[in-house]
Every structure is written in C-alpha cells, then in structure tokens.
C-alpha cells in the first residue's frame, strides 16, 4: 500500500484519513478552533496560514506554527499557506510565498507543508528540498475553483507534481455537472494503478462534487477534507459524519 507516515498517522494505509482546516484569523482564534477538535475524528490538522487577518512575516508564521503544533495533543500537522491564484486568502509572490514555507519547515513545527505547484520551479524544487532535508513531507498542491480541466491535463499536474518530488499529489476541481466529478476520479484511478506507491489526494468541490470526498477510497485518493467549524473549501463534509460513511465504504471493500 502507498504510504506516507506522520506520528503515528499513516496516509494511504486502512481508510482515508481526515484532515480539518483552522482557519482562525488570530492565534486566540487558532488556539480556540483547536480546541474544539476534541472529541471528533481527526487525523491530520491543516492550518490555513492565509486565512490570518494581519499578514505575518517568516518568524511570526514559525512561532505560531510551534504555538499551535503544542495545542494539537499530538496530532499531525499540514501547514498552508493558499494563494489567491489557488483559492486562498492572500495574493503574494513566489519569494515571499518561498520564505514563509521556508520559516515553516524550519520551524520543526509541521509534520507536512503545502508546496504549490504552479509557483516559480526554482521555488518549489527549493522548498521540496528543504522540506525533505528536514523530515518534512511535501504535499503538492494545484486547485482549480472555476472548472475541472480534462483528464490529461490532471494527469499532467499528478505526474509534474511526482516529478518534482511530492510525496502526496494533490489536486482539487470546480466541477460543472457530475460528468467532471467522473472525469476526476477516473484521473484518480488511472494514477493511483500508474503509481501506487504514491498516496494521492484528490478531490471534485461543491455539492456535486461531495461524493468524491465520501467515496475517493475506491478511486485510490488517501485523504479528504472535513470541517470541524468553518469550511476552508466549497463541499467539505462535517468531520463526525464523514467518519461514519468512510468507515462504511472501507469495510465494504
């Protein structure tokens, strides 16, 4: 099985493991968001660096990471900084987005960073090296929130983001009617068979893209997004029933 170990959290081993965004615009909210995890499954948390109100520098970003990472209880973290090119809260260019992730991996905070593919080549190959230098897993990311590109395109980023060393390839769609969910998953599948031994997550957003979040264990996608609170991406499923129905799927397979 394609597996990517963080503490003792194993990404394409058993079910698809959920991961649930903070998106506090400070860190009382950050501390109180992480609170509110207790109790609900949760396997991996994803802090939205974008989504603070006052934009922080390389320092600031590494000591809220280590400040958070203490509050979490042992659970993993995934560390986001998310583009406005890419859906997210803050438009920034590719040296300050490369000096935030590298404050980031350097903090010893995070266990997985986000690295986004469409971000300057000499960036990314430079912060997947720093990441690995550091024990750091590399998830690479492209989303697009207006459609679904055909097949060969996502085929294209899944293999450039294993060719630039990711080791979780993620992609995430804005699908138009179900036909671009099947378009998506059978990508999903078509990569998963070509390299299993590289967890995938992927994903179709919104309402009609839900069932690829439920289901995307039959298709090869190791990992889905659930909400605790707020959501950081259209379609995301509340964490306690999102549980429910992967633990369904996984023990009908």
């Keep these: 099985m394609p597996a990517v170990t963080v503490k003792d959290v194993v ?3 058993g079910r698809p493991k959920i991961i649930v965004p903070l998106t506090g615009a400070d860190v009382p909210a950050l501390h109180a968001e992480a609170s509110a995890l207790a109790g609900h499954p949760v396997d991996v948390v994803e802090w939205r660096v974008d989504h603070l109100a006052a934009p922080a520098g390389p320092d600031q970003v590494g000591a809220v990471a ?9 659970l993993p973290l995934l560390v986001t900084v998310r583009t406005a090119a890419e ?7 590719d040296a300050a987005y490369g000096a935030l992730c590298r404050a980031i991996v350097a903090s010893g905070a995070a266990d997985l960073v986000d690295v986004e593919l469409f971000r300057d080549e000499e960036v990314v190959r430079g912060l997947v090296a720093a990441a690995h230098d550091a024990g750091v897993a590399v998830v690479m990311s492209s989303h697009d929130f207006a459609a679904t590109p ?5 085929l294209a980023r899944l293999r450039r983001m294993h060719g630039l060393g990711a ?3 993620k992609i995430a769609v804005m699908p138009a009617d179900p036909g671009d969910v099947l378009v998506l998953l059978e990508a999903t599948w078509t990569m998963h068979r070509e390299l299993p031994d590289v967890p995938l997550i992927t994903m179709a957003m919104a309402g009609t893209g839900v069932v690829s979040r439920l289901a995307g264990e039959v298709f090869g996608s190791a990992a889905t997004f659930g909400t605790v609170g707020a959501a950081s991406a259209p379609g995301q499923v509340d964490a306690d029933e999102l549980r429910r129905t992967l633990d369904l799927l996984h023990r009908a397979r």
């Design 11 to 13: 990404i394409g081993e």
């Design 66 to 74: 280590r400040e958070l990472a203490g509050a979490l209880g042992g």
């Design 87 to 93: 859906g997210g809260a803050r438009a920034i260019d």
């Design 150 to 154: 055909p097949r060969a395109e996502l």
């Design 167 to 169: 080791d979780i390839p």
